[in-house]
């Protein structure tokens, strides 16, 4: 059975850091690209970033380009969020996302279709 567990979320001042962890188990981890996507309330869920499994290829939305570093420990099989200056505009729920490393992911990392597994998400809150 695949799962995957999101820890790390919280409630946080404006310009401070978190670091989100997702534990993944019942695949493969070396083999799986992974993604965080995040949704704040009343929207639709959106892109944060991805890493392949190889770990030399890693893609950001726009929004946390430069804030956001998305990271992976393949002995630990985990995956890694950090997130710094955080702003209001990143108040959500994140979740973590898994899929076998398959051609296709190329064009679709950014989508939810891109991915086959899901966490259940970790709600961050940034406050004033």
């Known amino acids: 059975q695949v799962q995957l567990v999101e820890s790390g979320g919280g409630l946080v001042q404006a310009g401070g850091s978190l670091r989100l962890s997702c534990a993944v188990s019942?695949?493969?981890?070396?083999?799986?690209?992974v993604g965080w996507f995040r949704q704040a309330p009343g929207t639709e869920r959106q892109f944060v970033a991805a890493?392949?499994?190889?770990?030399?290829?890693?893609r950001y939305a726009n929004s946390v380009k430069g804030r956001f570093t998305i990271s992976r420990d393949n002995a630990k099989n985990t995956v890694f969020l950090q997130m710094n200056s955080l702003g209001f505009v990143d108040t959500a729920v994140y979740y973590c996302?898994?899929?076998?490393?398959?051609?296709?992911?190329?064009?679709?990392?950014?989508?939810?279709?891109?991915?086959?597994?899901w966490g259940r998400g970790t709600q961050v809150t940034v406050s004033s």
């Open positions: 890493m392949w499994s190889s770990g030399g290829k890693i």
């Open positions: 019942g695949v493969t981890f070396s083999r799986y690209n």
């Open positions: 996302a898994a899929a076998p490393n398959r051609s296709d992911f190329n064009g679709y990392y950014y989508e939810e279709r891109g991915y086959d597994y």
